[in-house]
């Protein structure tokens, strides 16, 4: 039985097969390849995007979903994270969807369960649909010839998960990240990392901004100061037309945006932005994945 915990649980192989059934489904129609089968949601943190996204996909393929309120669940009586996942296990799920504010909590259940496991993030460490789904919307955009196309990670690379399953993830197709960061967001990397977008502007292909990870962040600002913050951060990382010009850069994002601070308002509207298509791939992408998973092809 397999699980997805990190990208690296599917070899290249694997994932050009899983995109073939992600062309399949991208209408996003009904079938019935899961009836019958019982799919479970374990939402820890917020998130509207990756829940709707997975129950939507689970949905499409004919499987019925419990959604976990976590908030009204025994979690809250005391019960462990590894206890509450043993007993849903004991009711027979075909596959248990959960996110988690703790790295490696879900690595560390797959002892406690007799279906996958599929990892909708955890905590900083990683969130393996989603950089499926941008890699996914790479592909389907420059029809499968990535090879040595320069994608930027813009922004909160240090707290994010979706920076640290991408930069696994995109490499091992060819394409060559640049990191884009001002200093208190750096991490110690092989890739080129840059403060000014503009230095590096003129070779990309991609952007892929990121939200800043404010509910990770240990220090505490008082209001004033992440104001003054915010404003000095969008000046110089929010994607917006003057920075890209006419440019023909993909601009990505894997939602939620905080306009004006990530991307600007005219940008977002713009052609080259795919932030919606990047939300429709995602119910293709996590419809291969359940199936795969659960039918085991
Ligand atoms: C991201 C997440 O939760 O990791 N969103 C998502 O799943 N689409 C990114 C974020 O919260 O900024």
Known sequence: MKHL?????????????????????????????????LIVTLFFENSTRTRSSFEIAAKRLG????????QTSSTKKGETVEDTVANLNAMKPDAIIIRHSECGLPNS???YVNCPILNAGDGKNAHPTQALL????IM?????????KNIAIVGDIFNSRVASSNLELLPRFGLKPILV???????????KTVKNI?????????????????ERHTFTLSDDELEENTKKYSKKYCITKKMMGSRDILLMHPGPVNRNIDISDE????????????VRNGVAVRMACLKKLILNQ
């Open 181 to 191: 960061t001002p200093k208190e967001f750096r991490v110690v990397s092989q890739y």
């Open 134 to 137: 941008d890699l996914f919307t």
């Open 140 to 148: 389907e955009h420059f029809n499968y010839d990535v090879k040595d």
């Open 63 to 70: 499987a019925d979903v419990v959604n976990l309120e976590v």
């Open 198 to 214: 503009n230095k590096v502007i003129d070779k990309l292909d991609v952007i892929m901004s990121l939200r800043v990870q404010h």
């Open 5 to 37: 915990i990190t990208t690296s649980d599917f070899s290249n192989d694997e994932i050009l097969k899983l995109f073939n059934d992600a062309k399949l489904f991208l209408d996003l129609s009904s079938n019935k390849l899961l009836e019958g089968k």
């Open 109 to 111: 259940l797959k002892s």
């Open 267 to 278: 940008m977002l509207e713009d052609p080259r932005s795919k932030v919606l298509e990047q």
